[in-house]
């Protein structure tokens, strides 16, 4: 028969136990975040000189819905603790849809280096532009300079 010491007593090493939980996640999240923030791929654009408007449009609408059928397979975590289940969702999920973005990225390099465009490195004066330009400006900013003579920013690796 359980006292209501042996009670005080078990509720307090299950507090405690939760407690260690929420530290280990905190001290998992708090290393892996810089390291994903730091390790982000710069932003860029694709360049090939002398292209023209329409093929530039055909060429990055055929990358872009060829990249649109990329899927990760779910990854399901199991476990009997629902708390352990929670975080391994937790981060499944997160690890999914970066694994996600990162095959999409390189289907879209794929594909266009194969069309003949090479990557280049926006500039950061570039990308504040954009960002304040209409989808059908940003579309004709891009186009130009996708079609620079000389690109504007590093050359990336292929």
Do not use: W
């Amino acid at each position: 028969m359980q006292t209501d010491d042996d009670a005080i007593i078990l509720a307090f090493e299950r507090g405690a136990k939760s407690l260690r939980f929420l530290k280990t996640i905190a001290g998992v999240l708090a290393a892996v975040l810089p390291v994903a923030a730091a390790s982000a791929e710069p932003a860029f654009y694709f360049h090939k000189p002398a292209v023209d408007r329409e093929s530039f449009a055909a060429d990055l609408g055929r990358c872009v819905e060829l990249a649109g059928g990329v899927s990760v397979r779910p990854q399901a975590p199991y476990s009997a603790n629902p708390y352990a289940a929670a975080a391994g969702g937790f981060f499944a999920g997160m690890m999914a849809s970066r694994e996600r973005r990162a095959m999409i990225g390189s289907v879209m390099r794929t594909c266009m280096a194969d069309k003949g465009y090479r990557r280049v490195t926006a500039p950061k004066t570039t990308l504040r532009a954009l960002k304040d330009l209409s989808d059908d400006q940003k579309l004709a900013r891009l186009f130009d300079l996708a079609t620079r003579p000389d690109p504007l920013g590093d050359v990336l690796p292929r």
